[in-house]
């Protein structure tokens, strides 16, 4: 059974710091990875999606990097302003159907 | 642009009262459909998916179904909530295993 995890639980950075969120998983066959964004009492709002063959992926100020031999993914945020105040989820999919995704991680940026 | 209705936003409702959530799905054809339940200081748990109208596969045992009547449409029921069914329930589209997947704005339910 796929186990995804999320390290840390919850950062506070400074605004402007640039900052790496980590997920981990246990097994490597996947499909693809994604990364999300979800705002407090909302629904969730993709980021990135890398498929298992691709090594990053680039949005903006966002950069998710996929090291699927060693079950790792980061998902780097340049420039890190307060409206980037979120919970961030990674998910995994393998030969399934599903999702499986890790807790989170809490970001808070200061002003 | 894929877009996914789900309502109500919120609901409140007594132990042992039916359940029905609809999500809806514009933009797309034969979408892979999902409901997951996150609750407080837990992950997403998946509760069901479909990969066609009138196929529903389920993750765990509970007390809750889903029905697919159309291809864009995904319903979830139950016949007497549980204190336990409170959470905040997630309807979720993508096309196939192998591209992006996208969420609903969320059903908060609370059972009293």
């Known amino acids: 059974k796929q186990e995804v995890t999320q390290i840390p639980a919850a950062l506070s950075v400074p605004e402007g710091e640039n900052l790496v969120l980590n997920c981990s998983f246990t097994?490597?066959?996947?499909?693809?990875l994604q990364w999300f964004r979800q705002d407090p009492g909302k629904g969730l709002t993709s980021l990135l999606l890398i498929q298992s063959s691709q090594r990053e992926q680039t949005s903006g100020r966002l950069n998710a990097s996929l090291d699927k031999s060693s079950g790792r993914s980061t998902l780097y945020i340049a420039a890190s302003q307060p409206g980037d105040s979120a919970t961030y989820l990674c998910a995994v999919t393998n030969s399934g159907y599903a999702l499986n995704f890790g807790k989170g991680t809490s970001l808070l940026v200061t002003p | 642009s894929q877009t996914i209705h789900q309502w109500p936003a919120t609901l409140v409702q007594p132990v042992g009262s039916p359940l029905s959530l609809e999500c809806t799905v514009e933009?797309?054809?034969?979408?892979?459909l999902y409901w997951y339940r996150q609750a407080a200081g837990r992950g997403l748990q998946l509760l069901f998916y479909?990969?066609?109208?009138?196929?529903i596969s389920s993750e765990v045992p509970q007390n809750l179904s889903a029905s697919r009547p159309q291809d864009r449409q995904f319903i979830l029921s139950s016949k007497k909530l549980l204190l336990s069914d409170s959470g905040f329930y997630l309807c979720?589209?993508?096309?196939?295993?192998?591209?992006?997947?996208?969420f609903g704005q969320g059903t908060r339910l609370t059972v009293v």
């Open positions: 979720a589209q993508r096309g196939s295993m192998n591209t992006e997947a996208f």
């Open positions: 097994d490597s066959a996947i499909y693809n």
């Open positions: 479909s990969v066609g109208i009138g196929q």
């Open positions: 933009g797309t054809s034969n979408p892979n």
